[in-house]
């Protein structure tokens, strides 16, 4: 059995993520080749494509949102994500567990005793005609269901029916402020895959990897016994650590020594959080700097493949900076690759300053 390397795993993994050569690719397949970005705020969503794709303006998302061939929707670990609208209706079934499991764990006994069935009878018609904000839906519910914490019924509708955003939600430049209605009314009906065909996408864009790092990535738990059948059909190799790690079979592998080019991910960047084990992509010891508290996943720079880096706009009257906080210090030619694409990343967060200004310090 094939024994990989760590940094053999961190070249296969910037492969499929995009991030070793800006792709061609449009942005509905760079959106279906990720399987999901991850999208608490609107803006990093854009961000990360711009930094995988060759040509990529924020109208070609704005568009996909617009036209329902991309959707905003809780999805991946109960959180919102942007998913093509094909894969929303093809996968939410499968991950559905994980969202009740997200109002299970973030409402404990308050979400006890829960008449699902009633709430959803509630919700489904009020949504559909009215699209109304989550604010909205709380008030309804508690009309309907007096008494009852009307924060928990909301949150129950939104992990066990359905439920997309409505644009400008989820669009470059919107608040968080945001409508729903029901994913049937707005895509259609489910067209309902499996649980082998989610964890075969999973590897493709995140591959190879353990069944905890799947489960990690969706929020979901005791996988392995599902997977059983789909793992035969695998390649299976060793980590450094003697773990199993499975591949869909005969995809190119990217060489252990190709150079990897300096790049931006944004805040949340699902490369970050798609794996138990994160050493691949961001070293154990940097870890704390970069996943600053439970929710919070800050914007960082991959320098020769793994994080070395945060960072962190701001605009002063027509001027824009880029702060890069260093981890260790770096070569004049490194910093001046950093300060390249951190000017073409201002130029294309902040379109409209006029001068532009990249300054280093360093992590304490």
Do not use: C
């Not at 705020?41 to 704005?62: C, E």
């Not at 049937?184 to 864009?205: H, K, T």
């Amino acid at each position: 059995m094939t024994a990989l390397s760590l940094r053999q795993l961190n070249r296969r993994l910037l492969a499929r993520q995009l991030l070793l050569e800006r792709s061609s690719l449009n942005s509905l397949s760079a959106t279906e080749t990720l399987v999901a970005l991850q999208s608490q705020i609107p803006n990093p969503p854009y961000i990360g494509l711009w930094t995988r794709l060759a040509q990529f303006q924020r109208s070609d998302l704005t568009s996909l949102l617009e036209s329902r061939k991309v959707v905003r929707a809780p999805w991946l670990r109960s959180t919102l994500h942007l998913v093509a609208a094909a894969d929303h209706q093809r996968f939410q079934a499968v991950i559905q567990p994980a969202l009740a499991r997200g109002l299970r764990s973030f409402f404990g006994a308050r979400a006890k005793d829960l008449n699902i069935d009633r709430l959803i009878q509630i919700a489904k018609p009020y949504l559909e005609a009215e699209q109304p904000a989550i604010g909205a839906l709380r008030d309804k519910l508690s009309e309907q269901e007096p008494g009852r914490d009307k924060q928990v019924m909301a949150y129950a509708v939104r992990s066990y029916l359905p439920l997309v955003q409505i644009p400008p939600s989820g669009t470059w430049g919107v608040g968080t402020r945001a409508t729903y209605t029901t994913a049937e009314s707005w895509l259609g009906a489910p067209n309902p895959a499996d649980l082998s065909s989610l964890f075969r996408r999973y590897l493709a864009a995140y591959g190879p990897a353990t069944v905890m790092d799947f489960q990690t990535w969706t929020g979901m738990t005791s996988l392995k016994s599902q997977l059983a059948p789909a793992l035969k059909e695998l390649t299976e190799y060793r980590d450094e650590d003697g773990k199993a790690l499975y591949d869909l079979p005969n995809l190119p592998l990217a060489p252990a020594g190709k150079p990897a080019p300096i790049r931006f991910l944004p805040e949340y960047d699902n490369i970050l959080i798609a794996h138990k084990d994160r050493r691949r992509i961001l070293p154990e010891a940097q870890r704390k700097k970069v996943f600053v508290s439970a929710g919070r996943v800050l914007g960082s720079i991959l320098i020769d493949g793994f994080v070395g880096a945060i960072w962190k706009a701001r605009r002063e009257k027509t001027k824009a900076i880029l702060l890069v906080s260093l981890f260790e210090k770096q070569t004049d030619e490194i910093l001046g690759e950093i300060e390249a694409e951190g000017i073409a990343l201002l130029r294309f967060i902040e379109d409209d300053a006029k001068d532009f200004r990249v300054e280093f310090d360093i992590h304490p």
